[in-house]
T-cell receptor
């Protein structure tokens, strides 16, 4: 069966520091990969998605970037964090090529920028 | 463009009462519709999804939802609430565009009192 792992689970970082959140998927190949952010009291906002290695699409302009160095690895990064980057970050995956596929989520990473 | 509106950021019910969480969608293409549940500090778990087969969709934990095209609605119901149902519920929509991107509503927090 497929599993998705995301780490770290909790992170407290000072303003201006770098960020790296990692996500890996097991049990499938060539998945679509996603990063969502959930701010307090708000819904989920799609930040990035990827259909293959090195292929990243950004949904909103922001202080963050994403990379996909391997087929089942997705990394969310920032060079200098802002207070507004605080939130709950969720990595997710879906199978490719078929519309209506379910998107499966990781357990999330709490980021607090202080 | 697609969007989802969830009416009511909070819904309170008593244990054993009917649960009704409302979701209305907007989509220019035939939609795929999803309900996810999020327990505190966890990722999202799929409850059920509509993919144009049956309009009444049954999911996990006794939940079901009915797709009503004329009303552009996909409300989530459960006949009898349990304390363990207390969580946040998200409705989401995606379109038949060949790539799976979910657009989420802002969520409804379900509170269950004894």
């Amino acid at each position: 069966s497929q599993t998705i792992h995301q780490w770290p689970a909790t992170l407290v970082q000072p303003v201006g520091s770098p960020l790296s959140l990692e996500c890996t998927v097991e049990g499938t190949s060539n998945p679509n990969l996603y990063w969502y952010r959930q701010a307090a009291g708000r819904g989920l906002q799609l930040l990035f998605y990827s259909v293959g290695i090195g292929q990243i699409s950004s949904e909103v302009p922001q202080n963050l970037s994403a990379s996909r160095p391997q087929d089942r690895q997705f990394i969310l990064s920032s060079k200098k964090l802002l207070l507004s980057d605080s939130g709950f970050y969720l990595c997710a995956w879906s199978a490719q090529a078929i519309s209506g596929n379910t998107i499966y989520f990781g357990e999330g990473s709490w980021l607090t920028v202080v | 463009a697609q969007s989802v509106t969830q009416l009511g950021s909070h819904v309170s019910v008593s244990e054993g009462a009917l649960v009704l969480l409302r979701c209305n969608y907007s989509s220019s293409v035939p939609p795929y519709l999803f309900w996810y549940v999020q327990y505190p500090n966890q990722g999202l778990q799929l409850l059920l999804k509509y993919t144009s087969a049956a309009t009444l969709v049954k999911g996990i934990n006794g939940f079901e939802a009915e797709f009503k095209k004329s009303e552009t609605s996909f409300h989530l119901t459960k006949p009898s609430a349990h304390m363990s149902d207390a969580a946040e519920y998200f409705c989401a929509v995606s379109g038949d565009t060949g790539f799976q991107k979910l657009v989420f509503g802002t969520g409804t927090r379900l509170l269950v009192s004894p």
